[in-house]
């Protein structure tokens, strides 16, 4: 049996805003199918008489042949499904995200919401983090937004994705909806209160504690748990926004998800950060003590091409391709003292010493050199 001879059934899901179409063909697509309505209800599934647009082809069979065949095709292929439950919600959720590509920003998060307000909690994490687990318990107190991918549009709107997800209790049951397994529903209108990244301890350890993060750390933590940043249009500033928003951004160190609960209640009770609009913080800029370029054969140094380069209280990060540096503040000074140009090594000093004076211990040469050195270690710098 090929995948184009056998019986077909579509169902259409809504993810992160975008409709994905889920084709399933097979001896048991009819029940298939419905399976797929009642474990995706909350993302607005229902039946349609064709696949159009982004698609998802899926084929449950109980001939390994058949299996393999559609498999070879580009199909999700298995015997029930419970074992393709798990390929089907990444299969749309990559969809999804594709779609989205250069609009939203989307981070590897799961969030729940006050049920009345909508202000969510953000737990940010990769596999093995706790994140699921998290989300299926804290979504027995608060409202279930997602335990996969947060995505915020320009205004920090949260986009609701509300997926089915795996049973704690009986995971061989496949992917299930959040109503079976008893989790709030969240309002429509959802903003960020407060984004924890999630340091699950399994031992030794007595939790949960909160640490605020410097907001280039938290930047850079954030970075490297988002998707298609790149794509973004100025993506640093976007993720200092988000960091603005809700306040800070905090690293909770916990070991059960039951932790959280009391955790979570205590931030989303904190009033908002800001109820008006504040002006974003104004590029860092160039202050000219270098001087003219010199041509006595001096090592000279410049800015490489940056994605993206943000500045927070003097602290700065940067985005060199698909990854994000987090620098120190006098790495960030020699960054904007460059600008767009060029110097030496002595004509930084020099002007490190017009603006802070000599330093505590050893001199301002050495100590520029060390952080050039490091600046061109890790791409930041070049040296021309």
């Given at each position: 049996m090929t995948l184009s001879a056998s019986p077909r059934h579509v169902v259409a899901v809504t993810a992160l805003g975008t409709q994905v179409h889920v084709e399933v063909a097979g001896g048991n697509a009819g029940?298939?199918?419905?399976?797929?309505?009642r474990a995706w209800s909350r993302c607005d599934a229902r039946r349609v008489d064709d696949a159009q647009g982004r698609?998802?082809?899926?084929?449950?069979?109980?001939?390994?042949?058949?299996?393999?065949?559609?498999?070879a095709h580009g199909a999700i292929a298995g015997?029930?499904?419970?074992?393709?439950?798990?390929?089907?919600?990444?299969?749309?959720?990559?969809?999804?995200?594709?779609a989205n590509e250069g609009d939203l920003l989307m981070l590897r998060a799961a969030a729940v919401a006050d049920p009345e307000t909508g202000r969510c909690v953000?737990?940010?994490?990769?596999?093995?983090?706790?994140?699921?687990?998290?989300?299926?318990?804290l979504a027995r107190h608060f409202g279930y937004v997602t335990d996969d991918t947060v995505a915020f549009t320009t205004s920090l709107d949260l986009v609701a994705y509300s997926k089915p997800l795996v049973s704690a209790d009986e995971p061989g049951l496949g992917l299930q909806s959040p109503d079976d397994l008893g989790l709030r529903e969240a309002p429509g209108d959802l903003r960020p209160a407060a984004v924890l990244l999630l340091e699950r301890h399994s031992e030794d350890f007595v939790p949960p504690v909160l640490t605020e993060l410097p907001t280039a750390e938290a930047i850079a933590h954030l970075s490297g748990n988002a998707s298609y940043l790149r794509s973004l249009d100025k993506p640093l500033h976007r993720l200092a926004a988000l960091v603005e928003e809700v306040g800070a951004v905090h690293r909770v160190d916990y070991r059960e998800a039951d932790d959280l609960v009391a955790v979570t209640q205590q931030l989303l009770n904190h009033p908002p950060v800001r109820d008006v609009e504040v002006a974003p913080a104004p590029e860092p800029t160039v202050v000219e003590l270098l001087g003219p370029d010199t041509a006595d054969g001096s090592e000279r140094v410049r800015r490489r091409e940056f994605v993206d380069f943000h500045v927070s209280d003097g602290i700065g990060c940067v985005m060199l391709g698909e990854s994000v540096v987090a620098l120190s503040f006098l790495a960030t000074r020699i960054l904007t003292l460059l600008g767009e140009g060029s110097a030496t090594l002595d004509q930084l000093a020099e002007a490190l010493l017009v603006e802070f004076g000599e330093p505590e211990s050893g001199d301002a040469r050495s100590l520029v050199q060390t952080h050039v050195d490091d600046l061109v270690e890790v791409g930041v710098l070049d040296r021309v």
């Open positions: 029940s298939i199918a419905d399976d797929l309505l698609t998802v082809r899926v084929l449950v069979d109980d001939d390994p042949a058949v299996i393999d065949d559609a498999a015997p029930s499904g419970p074992v393709v439950g798990d390929q089907v919600a990444l299969a749309v959720t990559l969809q999804a995200m594709e953000v737990l940010v994490g990769p596999a093995g983090s706790g994140r699921s687990t998290a989300a299926r318990t």
